[in-house]
């Protein structure tokens, strides 16, 4: 039954995708389909995999499992409402995402993720180019589909995870569309060159992924060395670099280097303890190899520290510099959508930005926190993000969520933005 389900799957989306988009998915599955035949002969020499956590957010340990399918996903209803002095806006999304992993042997694993979304309201009405603005998180591969146009609503279905990964011994080697996460830090993560990351979209936990090919080399406990290439037509965009990990003296350290789209970097993070209390940081230098785009050197680093008392309070803080910020941005340039990318060059227009969160666990079904962060400068521009969650069954929540933005517009100190969520998630 799992197979049939899968071939009437495979031939929906291949009738569903069109031009470009079905030669490139077409050559991908034969790809991911036709490696298990070549490798299925080295599994009785290989043995069993090592249970390690994969980088994936939310990926499970791999462990040796009878069962050669598994499906698993969520289905999400949020609700927003955008507060301004003169009106009110409302807009729904419906999420639903579906993970399927197919365990074809001992040491050979397939994944493949869809993320749909139904988006209706006031932002698919009014604002022009709107199907564009969502379907930023492609990569080399166009593996996404929107429904027809219409005036109130829109439909979106895209692969955003499908590689294969193959595993024996000490090695590791994922292709296809992954997430290559090299981040150490919760907000900014300049270490992250492949897969950089906004903040405020909070409804994208998994995060965006790259068409690339990764090959990681476990050197001994805790430590590792990894090569990383994505996949692009253009020279100047493609990332290709190596990382180096390694424990000293009770720290995780990573040293990488290589090429970013346009510059040249190198790059450092740490993660470890200051007695009690977490401790992390990132830096990474960027050296523009070209001047086609007029880049300058640029020096990224983040400093984070996190402590949890013992009643469930958790307090972190953390800081972002950016060589090349500025004191006088706006929050407007940023955009109150929660789409678009970023790259580890860009992780903020401003040249200091200064994070702080709690969160505490009122009672076991129910937590709640308040985020914020506060951009120093002649606008004195300041974002608050609190939050709670109730836990009303299990694997049912529900999210309760404010994302206020304050910044000086027309010489007046004013919230650019005020929005209000509301969120249910059934994870399955």
């Given amino acids: ?119 209706a309201g006031d932002l698919v009405r009014t604002v022009p180019g709107y199907e564009n603005a969502v379907d930023m998180n492609n990569d080399y591969l166009d593996l996404s589909l929107q429904g027809p146009e219409n005036k109130s609503w829109l439909f979106q279905t895209m692969i955003d995870r499908a590689y294969m990964e193959w595993y024996t011994g000490d090695w590791e080697i994922r292709v296809g569309r992954q997430r290559i996460n090299w981040g150490v830090n919760l907000v900014w993560n300049p270490n992250d060159l492949f897969n950089a990351y906004s903040f405020f979209d909070f409804d994208y936990e998994e995060r965006p992924g790259s068409d690339a090919i990764r090959i990681k080399k476990y050197t001994g406990f805790a430590s590792s060395f990894e090569l990383a290439a994505n996949v692009n037509d253009d020279f100047d965009k493609v990332v290709m670099a190596g990382m180096w990990k390694v424990n000293k003296w009770g720290y995780d350290f990573q040293v990488l280097g290589g090429k970013a789209r346009e510059d040249l970097t190198l790059g450092l993070g740490w993660a470890g303890n200051l007695k009690d ?66 790259t580890a060059r860009d992780l903020s227009p401003f040249q200091y930005s200064t994070f702080l969160q709690v969160n505490y666990s009122f009672h076991p079904l129910i937590s709640g926190g308040l985020s914020t962060i506060f951009y120093p400068g002649k606008r004195n521009a300041l974002f608050l993000n609190p939050g709670a969650t109730f836990s009303l069954k299990p694997n049912l929540d529900l999210d309760l969520i404010g994302q206020l933005y304050f910044d000086e517009f027309n010489n007046e100190y004013m919230a650019l933005a005020r929005l209000i969520y509301a969120r249910v998630k059934w994870s399955f």
């Fill in 277 to 342: 209390a977490g401790l992390k940081g990132e830096v990474t230098w960027f050296y523009p190899y070209t001047d086609k785009n007029r880049l300058s050197t640029a020096l990224l680093a983040s400093l984070s520290v996190d402590y949890s008392f013992e009643n469930s309070l958790y307090l972190q803080g953390s800081v972002l510099y950016n060589s090349e910020g500025s004191d006088v941005e706006s929050l407007d340039g940023l955009g109150f959508s929660n789409t678009g990318q970023l």
């Fill in 1 to 119: 039954m799992v197979e049939e389900a899968i071939l009437v799957c495979s031939k929906l989306y291949m009738e569903i995708l069109q031009g470009t988009v079905l030669r490139k998915f077409v050559t991908l599955i034969f790809i991911v389909l036709s490696l298990p035949c070549v490798h299925a002969q080295t599994d009785s020499l290989t043995g069993p995999p090592v249970s390690r956590q994969t980088d994936d957010f939310g990926d499970l340990p791999r462990q040796a499992d009878s069962r050669k399918y598994q499906l698993s996903g969520y289905i999400k209803e949020l609700v927003t409402l955008n507060v301004t002095d003169d009106s009110t806006t409302f807009d729904n999304l419906i999420h639903n995402r579906l993970n399927f992993k197919w365990f074809t042997s001992n040491n050979f694993t397939i994944y493949f993720e869809v993320r749909n979304r139904l988006f």
